[in-house]
């Protein structure tokens, strides 16, 4: 009987151990640290990168813990106002490490304020490791963006200034590759993420020049790339024709 006890008691501890290895992660999301900070006209979100969720049958999430087996992740920052996807920035990296996601106030927000999710995907729908709901975003916050003037005349404070000739402002309607000019041989690593929304200052060959910065070299997309713009400002003015791409 004594062995049997025994063994009975060993099962039951590795049962348990088991048990605690895959423990559902309801207050542990709180350690990827995720915080916001409206700067200017940009909302700085920080976390730290979480581990990969594994996703049981029943719906409930739970973190992947084996350590040494794992050690980077893909998460998706959203932004939400009011039910609707805004933005979705795609962020990888090292577990544990800091990451940052800069967002640009470009609109006022129903009842003022905004959700911010990193979620396992960008489509809105996948599962959430920690969220910001609600994040307050004061009317004041756009009104004075939109007062701000930005420079149309090289300075060496602003090297790329926004051109006096602008032709509208567009919005990413799918995540696009940034060229440094109007040709597919002169693809960069940056990628811009959808919902976010750039000055158009030329068109041409089928891309649109963009306006980044003051400090950002102008940079060039496929025009299919960008809709338009449907904030209360711009009211969905139809962008400008950008011709072909070069046969």
């Known amino acids: 009987m004594n062995s049997l006890y025994r063994k009975f008691m060993v099962s039951v501890v590795v049962l348990l151990m088991l048990v605690a290895a895959v423990m559902p992660v309801f207050g542990g999301a709180s350690s990827i640290g995720l915080n916001a900070q409206t700067v200017g006209c940009t909302i700085v979100i920080d976390f730290s990168m979480p581990a990969p969720l594994i996703v049981r049958l029943d719906g409930k999430s739970f973190a992947k813990f084996a350590a040494g087996t794992i050690v980077?992740?893909?998460?998706?920052?959203?932004?939400?106002?009011?039910?609707?996807?805004?933005?979705?920035?795609?962020?990888?990296?090292?577990?544990?490490?800091?990451?940052?996601?800069?967002?640009?106030?470009?609109?006022?927000?129903?009842?003022?304020?905004?959700?911010?999710?990193?979620?396992t995907d960008g489509t809105g729908f996948g599962y959430t490791y920690n969220a910001i709901e609600p994040y307050g975003v004061p009317n004041s916050v756009y009104d004075s963006c939109q007062?701000?003037?930005?420079?149309?005349?090289?300075?060496?404070?602003?090297?790329?200034?926004?051109?006096?000739?602008?032709?509208?402002?567009?919005?990413v309607i799918f995540p696009t590759q940034v060229f440094w000019d109007a040709s597919y041989d002169t693809l960069t690593d940056v990628v811009l993420p959808v919902g976010t929304s750039w000055w158009i200052i030329e068109a041409r060959d089928g891309f649109y020049k963009l306006f980044v910065a003051c400090q950002a070299q102008y940079v060039w997309v496929p025009a299919e790339a960008l809709g338009a713009n449907f904030d209360v400002v711009w009211g969905g003015r139809p962008l400008p024709p950008a011709g072909n791409l070069p046969e």
């Open 72 to 119: 980077s992740n893909i998460v998706y920052v959203n932004i939400f106002d009011d039910g609707n996807l805004l933005a979705s920035f795609m962020v990888s990296g090292d577990i544990g490490q800091p990451q940052q996601v800069i967002y640009t106030v470009d609109r006022y927000y129903d009842d003022e304020d905004i959700g911010i999710y990193v979620d």
């Open 147 to 171: 007062s701000e003037a930005i420079p149309t005349v090289a300075s060496p404070a602003c090297p790329y200034p926004l051109s006096p000739t602008t032709l509208g402002q567009g919005r």
